[in-house]
């Protein structure tokens, strides 16, 4: 188990080193992670809208860091994604 997290950090270190070594400063990085944040936010409760809307008619809409994360990256298509495959499970 430690031996994941000293990976784990040792990978964020790198990655913060490697973007202050660009000049890109902290305002940019937080910014970018909040509106990241905000959107796996917006997943989430979607997600859980759908599960208890969707409850009474006995389909199960999985509200999963999985399903989130698909959203978030993927946007629209990512909703019809997971909407596809709750249908088809």
Not at 16 to 43: M, N, P, T, Y
């Amino acid at each position: 188990m430690t031996t994941y997290i000293a990976i784990g950090v040792v990978c964020a270190l790198l990655f913060f080193s490697i973007l202050i070594g660009r000049k890109v400063g902290f305002g940019v990085i937080f910014e970018k992670l909040a509106i990241l944040w905000f959107k796996l936010a917006c997943s989430f409760a979607l997600l859980y809208i759908a599960h208890i809307i969707v409850d009474g008619y006995d389909i199960v809409v999985p509200v999963n860091l999985f399903s989130a994360l698909t959203i978030t990256i993927l946007g629209i298509p990512g909703v019809l994604c997971i909407g596809v495959l709750t249908v088809l499970q």
